[in-house]
């Protein structure tokens, strides 16, 4: 291990070089006023350096543990388990839930594109309502943070499709408990829209500031489930020149993102927009935000127009096939295509 | 918030110091950068930045609603909750009670359908008093293309609500509520925008009306998909109004033609409609071949004959 890979600041890392510090192992024995009057600093800031070091020490003797071959790492095994076991977010439309493994899942990133009035809003707003359907209704029982850039978020639609998904519930409960007991945790509409956090944001400083928040807010909201950004583009595609700085701040806020999915096992869902691309002599419709951004979710779902026919499509995933199902956007929210004889359409 | 100044944020003396050093003043300017390039700027350890940033981060996010709160501000401080009715049974019920407070509505149809004529009635409902059901409130109307008439507005006033407009003055009052702008081109309705948004805060004005937009824009369009609309500031500016100021913004549009090709599908339509053509091509070969042989054959008959 060397000095070089030290999370310090590079005048410190500069001064140990030159002081001919440049092996962890080096360091281990000295004491911080030792090191204070070889490098020319203060105590207090070797006694940081120290602390830093050993820590990366403590690290590397864990790593020749036997439990562990790598710190933080997990077999595919336990992974396969942990998969299984995860409740994944109905999107209340049984074709898409179909081709999509059982709906949005946790512990991932995924994007939805689509024109504007293709339903990216609507679908986001059943995510928010169905993450709390209950457990004992197969549900994940948590809540959800909404991060509105655009300002198309609407209550009085929230409201509509939260009281279609408790009177679906009630149904489900007559049918199944017919003798027993009404079931604990049916849900008034109202109840659902205490459990949408729901933030404003005005710029893409506000945008990437929420996202560091997070990780505190979750933290102290620890039922949040699934965290929800309509849209990633909208601050990011007006009025922004510099183009090598959108790409670092996209990527920066992906990793983030990425990284709270796996922490507090939620799902982040990404709304994009769509532009137009040239590609092999012709203009064709694609994903906001160009190729470094690609890469960036792990699943991405397109929603397009088939005839007069809304279809989604999973245009990436690494552990599902691409198919496209049709959906439809009713008074209730989400639901199935009522024209829908084929079902499945696998590709 | 993204001007936030970091000196005000309650940073440790030390690290606000590092800050203002390196000239990173604003929220925004510390949030630009990443953990490194702040490290490598400020010359200080992981550590020390991840805590100055997730500090930062706070400062600057904005404060969070319930969506249940957010609906019960609405019905409290708002008419309807924040719709202004169009008295139009279907359509209000279908808008959950009438056009939407705090966002833009856009009125789109072929020429002599009816958009001007929905804009005057709308502006003739918000004006009128509350307790007739209107907002009681100024309009600002922008008349891009000089289709506002007050006569049509008074007669379409004393057809539709004869109670109100018989009184003496009521209809002088309600039609001196509302203010036609008439801008003669884009950079003019830049101009009155700006001045637009300073009356919207001073004046109790509720509901601000665009006829047309697609006008404003007309003959500003090159051929082939635009990189950037003309209007896009435009557009964002009036979002921001409506949002800001609470009030309902009604914007109507034209309709084009669109032509259907590959621009309005994606790659893996494009690739698809390819290969349902591709399979259609051997039939197409055969039957070809089929048409030759036949001809040959033909022509082989006759060659005998003579």
């Given amino acids: 291990m060397e000095i070089s890979t030290l999370p310090i600041s590079a005048s410190q890392r500069g001064k140990l070089l030159s002081a001919g510090y440049t092996s962890l192992s080096s360091l281990s024995s000295l004491s911080p006023s030792g090191l204070a009057q070889d490098l020319k600093i203060s105590e207090t800031e070797a006694l940081e350096i120290l602390k830093v070091a050993s820590q990366r020490n403590g690290l590397n003797k864990f790593e020749n543990g036997s439990r562990a071959i790598v710190n933080g790492a997990q077999t595919a095994w336990d992974m396969l388990h942990e998969e299984e076991s995860s409740i994944r977010i109905t999107t209340s439309c049984s074709d898409l839930d179909e081709i999509l493994g059982g709906g949005i899942s946790p512990k991932e990133v995924t994007e939805i594109g689509g024109v504007p009035g293709i339903g990216k809003t609507q679908l986001a707003i059943q995510l928010a309502v169905n993450v709390q359907i209950p457990a004992d209704y197969g549900g994940l029982g948590g809540k959800a943070i909404y991060i509105d850039t655009e300002g198309s978020f609407m209550v009085e639609r929230a409201l509509q499709i939260a009281e279609a998904c408790a009177q679906d519930m009630l149904e489900y409960n007559s049918l199944l408990r017919k003798n027993f007991k009404p079931c604990q945790g049916n849900k008034e509409p109202k109840e659902f829209l205490d459990n949408i956090f729901y933030f404003r944001v005005c710029t893409y400083t506000e945008q990437i500031a929420v996202i560091n928040y997070l990780e505190k807010f979750i933290f102290e909201h620890k039922d949040v489930k699934v965290v929800i950004i309509d849209s990633i583009t909208f601050h990011f595609r007006q009025d922004f020149e510099d183009m090598a700085l959108r790409t670092r701040l996209l990527g920066g806020m992906a990793l983030k993102l990425m990284k709270l999915a796996k922490k507090f096992n939620l799902a982040v869902v990404l709304l994009n927009q769509v532009t137009t691309k040239f590609m092999d002599g012709s203009f064709q419709l694609t994903l906001a935000l160009g190729d470094s951004w690609a890469h960036a979710s792990t699943n991405r779902i397109i929603l397009y127009w088939n005839g007069n026919e809304r279809y989604a499509y999973i245009d990436k995933s690494p552990s599902l096939r691409s198919a496209s199902a049709s959906y439809s956007v009713t008074g209730k929210g989400i639901r199935n295509s009522a024209s829908n004889c084929k079902r499945v359409k696998l590709m | ?112 359908i009816g958009k001007t004529q929905f804009c005057l009635k709308l502006a003739l409902l918000a004006s009128l008093p509350t307790s007739y059901g209107g907002l009681g409130a100024h309009v600002i109307y922008v008349d891009v293309e000089s289709k506002f008439s007050s006569r049509r507005m008074i007669e379409m006033g004393i057809n539709s609500i004869p109670e109100i407009f018989q009184k003496e003055g009521l209809a002088q009052e309600m039609a001196g509520r509302i203010l036609v702008l008439r ?124």
């Fill in chain 2, 1 to 112: 918030m993204a001007n936030k100044l970091i000196s005000e944020m309650g940073l440790p003396k030390s690290t606000a110091h590092v800050f203002a050093a390196r000239n990173i003043i604003t929220a925004k300017d510390a949030l630009s950068l990443s953990e490194f390039e702040l490290m490598e700027l400020l010359d200080v350890g992981l550590e020390e930045v991840t805590r100055a940033v997730a500090h930062i981060s706070e400062f600057a996010c904005p404060p969070y609603q319930t969506a249940l709160s957010v609906l019960e501000q609405r019905i409290q401080n708002e008419n309807m909750a924040g719709h202004l009715p169009t008295r139009l049974k279907g359509l209000d019920a279908a808008l959950c009670g009438g056009i939407p407070f705090g966002v833009v509505t856009e009125l789109v149809g072929p020429a002599g």
């Fill in chain 2, 183 to 306: 801008p003669a081109s884009l950079s003019e309705f830049t101009e009155s925008l700006q001045q637009i948004k300073v009356s919207l805060l001073q004046h109790h004005v509720k509901l601000l009306i665009v006829d047309s937009m697609a006008a404003l824009a007309s003959g500003e369009y090159g051929p082939g998909p635009p990189r950037q609309h003309p209007l896009g500031w435009h557009i964002s500016f009036i979002k921001s109004l409506a949002e800001f100021c609470r009030i309902p913004v009604v914007v109507t549009n034209q309709v084009r033609s669109q032509v259907h090709d590959d621009a309005s599908r994606y790659l893996f339509q494009v690739q698809r409609i390819a290969e349902l053509r591709l399979k259609k091509i051997p039939q197409n070969f055969l039957l070809i071949l089929l048409l030759l042989l036949e001809f040959t054959g033909l022509m082989l008959l006759l060659f005998v004959l003579c």
